[in-house]
C-alpha cells in the first residue's frame, strides 16, 4: 500500500514539507552520481553507524537526507506527502519544521540504543517520517487516505481510514522490531525497524507538547 494523499483541505501550501521533499532528492540524485566505491564511502561518512567506534552525533541529523536506492527514497517521499501537507497545515510551518528534526534525531537514537554493535550506516528519513504519522494519526484519525494498492497484477486505488492504515503499519514496524531482539547485526544491514518504532512514538509524545493550531484539528484529536 502506498498512500497517495488526504482528504482533509488545506489552508496553506505544503511549503516546508515540499523544501524536506526537495532536499531529500537532490542529495539523493547526488549519491547518485557518484562512483560506487565514493557513494558507498559518503554513506558510510553521513550515515548512523551505532557502533561506539564509529558513531558521531552529527550523523543523526544527516542520514536523515540520505537515502539506500530508488524503492527507499520513492517511498519514503509518498509518505511524507501523503501526511505532512496537514500536518504541517495544523502546526504551522516554524513548529513543524522543528518537530520534523528533533522527531528524526529521537528516532536515530532509539534506532543506536537498540543496535549499539550495528556496522553498516543507517540512512533515510523513514524515522522523521514515521513521527509525521504518529503525530498525524491521533490528530486526523476520522482523515481518509487516497491509498494506491497492488493486487498481483493489477493496480486499484480506495480510500482507507488515516487511523487503520497507520495502526497496522505501526504494529508490523513493532512486530518485526521486536523479532530482531537478541539477533547479531553487527555486520548485517536490514530496515531500521526501532527508528521506525522509536520516531513514531516520539512523533505522539511531540505532537502533545508542541501542539496544534488548527482549531478543527483540535476538537477531533483523539484523547489518549
Given at each position: 500500500?502506498?498512500?497517495?494523499r488526504?482528504?482533509?483541505?488545506h489552508?496553506?501550501?505544503?511549503?516546508?514539507?515540499?523544501?524536506?521533499?526537495?532536499?531529500?532528492?537532490l542529495?539523493?540524485?547526488?549519491?547518485?552520481?557518484?562512483?560506487?566505491s565514493t557513494?558507498?564511502?559518503?554513506i558510510?561518512?553521513?550515515?548512523?553507524?551505532?557502533?561506539?567506534e564509529?558513531?558521531?552525533?552529527?550523523t543523526?541529523?544527516?542520514?536523515?537526507?540520505?537515502?539506500?536506492?530508488?524503492?527507499?527514497?520513492?517511498?519514503?517521499?509518498?509518505?511524507?506527502?501523503?501526511?505532512?501537507?496537514?500536518?504541517?497545515?495544523g502546526?504551522?510551518?516554524?513548529?513543524?519544521?522543528?518537530f520534523?528534526?528533533?522527531?528524526?534525531?529521537?528516532?536515530?537514537?532509539?534506532q543506536?540504543?537498540?543496535?549499539?554493535?550495528?556496522?553498516?550506516?543507517?540512512?533515510?528519513?523513514?524515522?522523521?517520517?514515521?513521527?509525521?504519522?504518529?503525530?498525524y494519526?491521533?490528530?486526523?484519525?476520522?482523515?481518509?487516505?487516497?491509498?494506491l494498492?497492488f493486487?498481483?497484477?493489477?493496480?486499484?486505488?480506495?480510500?482507507?481510514?488515516?487511523?487503520?492504515?497507520?495502526?497496522?503499519?505501526?504494529?508490523?514496524?513493532?512486530?518485526?522490531?521486536?523479532?530482531?531482539i537478541g539477533?547479531?547485526?553487527?555486520?548485517?544491514?536490514?530496515?531500521a525497524?526501532?527508528?521506525?518504532?522509536?520516531?513514531?512514538?516520539?512523533?505522539?509524545?511531540?505532537?502533545?507538547?508542541?501542539?496544534?493550531?488548527?482549531?478543527?484539528?483540535?476538537?477531533?484529536?483523539?484523547t489518549?
Open positions: 500500500m502506498f498512500p497517495l488526504d482528504d482533509r483541505p489552508s496553506s501550501p505544503p511549503v516546508v514539507t515540499l523544501v524536506l521533499i526537495a532536499l531529500n532528492v542529495v539523493f540524485i547526488f549519491e547518485m552520481l557518484l562512483a560506487p557513494r558507498n564511502a559518503f558510510a561518512t553521513w550515515g548512523i553507524i551505532p557502533d561506539r564509529y558513531f558521531r552525533p552529527i543523526l541529523v544527516t542520514s536523515m537526507f540520505l537515502h539506500g536506492g530508488w524503492m527507499h527514497i520513492i517511498s519514503n517521499m509518498m509518505f511524507l506527502w501523503a501526511f505532512g501537507r496537514s500536518l504541517e497545515d502546526m504551522g510551518r516554524a513548529k513543524y519544521l522543528l520534523y528534526m528533533l522527531c528524526g534525531v529521537a528516532a536515530g537514537l532509539t543506536v540504543f537498540f543496535n549499539p554493535d550495528l556496522r553498516v550506516p543507517t540512512v533515510g528519513a523513514s524515522g522523521a517520517i514515521a513521527a509525521v504519522m504518529g503525530a494519526m491521533i490528530t486526523y484519525p476520522r482523515a481518509y487516505i487516497h491509498t494498492i493486487i498481483f497484477v493489477f493496480v486499484t486505488t480506495t480510500d482507507i481510514p488515516a487511523v487503520f492504515i497507520l495502526g497496522y503499519w505501526f504494529l508490523t514496524q513493532l512486530f518485526n522490531g521486536v523479532g530482531t539477533y547479531s547485526h553487527v555486520s548485517q544491514g536490514g530496515t525497524w526501532f527508528a521506525h518504532i522509536g520516531g513514531f512514538l516520539a512523533g505522539i509524545v511531540a505532537i502533545k507538547l508542541l501542539g496544534i493550531d488548527d482549531v478543527n484539528a483540535r476538537r477531533r484529536r483523539v489518549w
